[in-house]
């Protein structure tokens, strides 16, 4: 079942973001995202993801690819709320 999340990263900017997308050498979403999207907000930048699955978004944060970004720019999967998706419509 599909999943969407939440992700705020307190200190984040527009620079740091696309910085971490470059490291990532994504030619799209993630592999198992349907959608990504990203902006800035109070005090950082906020990420939402819906995910194929659980174990997709799963497989993503456990990913070389995440670590190594994630070690780089110093930051964790901060999940600040995530729900079951009943219907995605593209």
């Known amino acids: 079942m599909?999943?969407?999340q939440v992700h705020?990263?307190?200190?984040?900017?527009?620079?740091?973001?696309?910085?971490?997308?470059?490291?990532l050498n994504l030619p799209g979403p993630p592999p198992g995202s349907l959608v990504h999207?990203?902006?800035?907000?109070?005090g950082g930048w906020r990420i939402i993801e819906v995910w194929e699955s659980e174990e997709a978004?799963?497989?993503?944060?456990?990913?070389a690819?995440?670590?190594?970004?994630?070690?780089?720019v110093g930051?964790?999967?901060?999940?600040?709320?995530?729900w079951q998706i009943e219907n995605v419509i593209k």
């Open 2 to 4: 599909a999943i969407a």
């Open 8 to 23: 705020e990263l307190r200190g984040w900017t527009k620079e740091g973001y696309d910085h971490a997308m470059r490291m």
């Open 37 to 42: 999207l990203s902006g800035p907000m109070e």
């Open 57 to 63: 978004a799963t497989s993503f944060y456990s990913s």
């Open 65 to 72: 690819a995440f670590h190594e970004m994630a070690k780089e």
């Open 75 to 82: 930051v964790q999967p901060n999940v600040v709320a995530s």
